[in-house]
């Protein structure tokens, strides 16, 4: 059995800082390692590897100098490596590199393909399913159980969900993209790399992949980022240092209490308006919805550059998150004039039709999965023949935009999408917007959220995933309707590629108590790796003395303190407290950027030069051990009304 790994060298994001005058990252200096998510990949690899004529090869693409990783695969046991490298290949985007990925994996002829979860210099996720489309493959994402069927034709994996997990059977070949959990993370000794560094890799071109140099690199990339925007800070940026923890509390308390007046001020002189009267209502009537407040204007039956919104479905009906981008898709359609279209995928979907129109939907189109999976069983929404039948529905349409959310299903289909229509995506938007000449800006967070990549496409429809939590439902209307259609199911052999998808086999619900307590919780505790594993227990009572929910951040999850669903950031959850009090933590971009609708931020961190003083208003410099216990007591009767 021949199994492939993808593996990216990515550099250590801790380490890389921005020039804020030329507006520029400063990567000079900033050291490289394998990525942690393709490195829990490779060692799992090499655990399956059981019979004397297995092997597994390591797959990069890169400079010349992301050999070093290769060598650090090769270490733990990868048998031979391939470096895919060539100056073409340079500006690409997640679909010119799963091009390159994917030729480069069909020279190999692998039985089974493992990536990361994701890149921790990207976070999106993209790439694993768009190489499984573009290869003709199943694939299954999010998986932290991976194991093979007795006769080796088939992965059993288990696959994390909003809700829970899933257990699957997945047809071989296939790609699996693994996360925490799938095998333990190890590190290669010296005697280890010098035994790496004997065996061999190979280095492909971009000519010996395809006489098609064009699909590669900037050239073939359908998105770019546009030049990057600085935002303005909104934190007071207040530090305090070389104070007594007494004083530094009261100051901040104080300080606080004034802070929480504003705030309250500010929102009661907006009177709760939705958006700054851009949205070219002159001709819409302006109708009234729930509570006489004004709506947006609504163009039904115009398909021409329509939106479209894929409902996320939860076991107790649509996600927020739905809402969400239906209010945004109401604002971008005042813009173009056209029609909002939601597409529900589940049996019966048609009886959320009456709630979509209320939030802003004019037409709802149904797929049903019921039936669509192997044997005419249901299938999962990141099947292959959901993608098709999807796919189907926006080459005879081919609308503005398509909105997903950056869950694990949304990910999953939009990637698979953009394969198989060789679109552009951008993943875990936090905000769109159209520019004077009718382009959809979709904007990214960088470095904390201070820096945000404005993403274009060269492709209709523009596909996008929107991180949940940040943006707005528009102002509901109850007696608005919308026309239901029902999209042609693609059958699972339908097309030259039919053949081999996902089954599902089983489906756990878990109650997630502790994360839905963090989506509303008006003050919080955010707990870092500063704090130390031995502290986490008495800071949570301390936190709960004072009515506040604990986050955290990714590396506190990876090092096993504390679980996932209280993780904040861009690959954990976005929340907005009032309150929140960040105890030990960097203020890495990737936690950070969850934090964005939080109110005030106070940061207790004895490195003064911790990242995350710049995203907070108030900064107390000092160890978290003297300063914390005088700063809660005097915030307590401060937060006391905030619950």
Known sequence: MKTAVCMKYVPVIARMRFDYEARTIIREGVPSEVNPFDLLGLVRAVELKTAPGDEVVVVTMGPPGAAEGLTNCLALGADRGMLVTDRALAGSDTLATSRALALALAREGADLIICGRNSTDGETGQVGPEVAE????????????????Q?????????????????????????????????????????QMEEGAAKPVEEVSCAQLSDDTSQFGAEGSPTWVNEIR?????????TLQEMTPEDAARQVADSVRERLAALRQAQGDSGGNQGDG?????????NQGEGGAETLPRYPGVSERSVWVVAENTRNGLAHV?????GKARELTAVTRSEVVAVVIAHGGEAHSSGLAAAGADRVLVLDNSGLGRDGAFAPVSSRAVGRALAGAVERETPYAILFASTADGRDLAARLAARLSLGLTGDAIDLEIDDVGRLVQLKPALGGNVVAPILS??????VTLRPGLLTPAVAELGASAVVEHLPAASPTDGADGGGDVRLVSEEFQEDTEGLELARARVVVGLGMGVGEESVAGLQELARSIGASVATTRDVVHAGWLPQQLQVGISGRTIAPVVYIAVGIRGAFNHTVG??????????????????????DFGVVGSWQEYLAPLIEELRPVLAGLG
Do not use: Y
Not at 170 to 177: D, F, Q, S, T, W
Not at 597 to 606: E, F, K, M, P, S
């Open 134 to 149: 573009l290869m003709g493959l199943p694939h299954v994402s999010h998986v932290r159980r991976l194991e093979l069927n």
């Open 151 to 191: 006769d080796r034709s088939a992965a059993i994996v288990e696959r994390i969900t909003d809700e829970g997990f899933q257990t699957l059977e997945c047809p071989l070949p296939a790609v699996i993209c693994v996360t925490e959990g799938v095998a333990p993370e190890l590190f290669p000794n010296r005697q």
């Open 230 to 238: 600085l935002v303005e800070p909104n934190r007071l940026g207040v």
């Open 278 to 286: 851009d949205g070219n209502q002159d001709d819409a009537g302006g």
């Open 322 to 326: 739905t809402f969400e981008m239906l």
């Open 458 to 463: 060269k492709t209709l429809p523009n596909l």
């Open 595 to 616: 934090l964005q609708r939080a109110g005030i931020i106070i940061a207790v961190n004895q490195n003064r030069r911790a990242t995350i003083f710049r995203s907070a």
